[in-house]
């Protein structure tokens, strides 16, 4: 089955720069890569996701970026902001048959003002 | 409002005492799944449902059951909880019946301790 890896597991910049999570999945069939972001005390939700027939996707400050044939996707925040702090899960799957989505373990990004 | 609701939202119960936890969505979604979230662990899928009365195991289902006997409503049975289910659960929907290529929306979380 599909398995995916997140890298930092935890991650500080200051408030303005950017910060970068990466994430590698091991299925070569999946096709979906969606970021959700959990603030502290709340439940997940969805920021940003990817499909599989394009490279990058922008929404405002937050992108993400696919690499298919090295099998990685990362998210990119630009002029990071202390709301911004949050853990942010990577996930990855497939649109075929029973293949749920499987989440990387999580980055916590903490923004210092 | 659309939204995912789960009860209840804080347990703390005893070792082999059973326990539900239930989950019900409005949005008239094919999809449900439930996840465990475990310091540095991330979110690990419990149990999972494509539709009715279709249900299949995620990473981590010893120790869990579940039902899907109508479309809105999937809960979770602890038959036998012991302490290393103690852990903050949440219940997800997708519109999508593959469930992976579709956003999930997720209940508030309900945190189980067992003692």
């Known amino acids: 089955g599909e398995n995916v890896e997140q890298h930092p597991s935890t991650l500080s910049v200051q408030e303005g720069d950017s910060a970068v999570i990466k994430c590698t999945y091991s299925?070569?069939?999946?096709?979906?890569f969606p970021w959700y972001k959990q603030e502290l005390g709340k439940r997940p939700q969805l920021i940003i996701d990817?499909?599989?027939?394009?490279g990058e996707k922008k929404d405002q400050r937050i992108a993400v970026t696919l690499n298919k044939t090295a099998k990685h996707f990362s998210l990119h925040i630009t002029e990071t902001q202390p709301e911004d702090s949050a853990v942010y899960f990577c996930?990855?799957?497939?649109?075929?048959?029973?293949?749920?989505?499987?989440f990387g373990k999580g980055t916590r990004l903490s923004v210092i003002a | 409002e659309a939204q995912v609701t789960q009860n209840p939202r804080y347990l703390i119960t005893v070792t082999g005492k059973k326990l539900t936890v239930t989950c019900s969505q409005n949005?008239?979604?094919?999809?449900m799944s439930w996840y465990r979230q475990d310091p540095g662990l991330g979110l690990r899928q419990i149990y999972y449902?494509?539709?009715?009365?279709?249900?299949d195991k995620g990473d981590v289902p010893e120790g869990y059951k579940v039902s899907r006997k109508e479309k809105r409503n999937f809960p979770l049975i602890l038959e036998s909880p012991s302490p290393n289910q103690t852990s903050l659960y949440f219940c997800?929907?997708?519109?999508?019946?593959?469930?992976?290529?579709?956003?999930?929306?997720f209940g508030e979380g309900s945190r189980l301790t067992v003692l």
């Open positions: 996930a990855a799957s497939r649109n075929s048959g029973n293949t749920p989505l499987v």
């Open positions: 449902s494509m539709n009715v009365e279709v249900t």
């Open positions: 299925d070569s069939a999946s096709n979906y």
């Open positions: 949005m008239n979604h094919e999809y």
């Open positions: 990817i499909r599989s027939n394009v």
């Open positions: 997800a929907s997708s519109l999508y019946g593959f469930g992976g290529t579709g956003e999930l929306f």
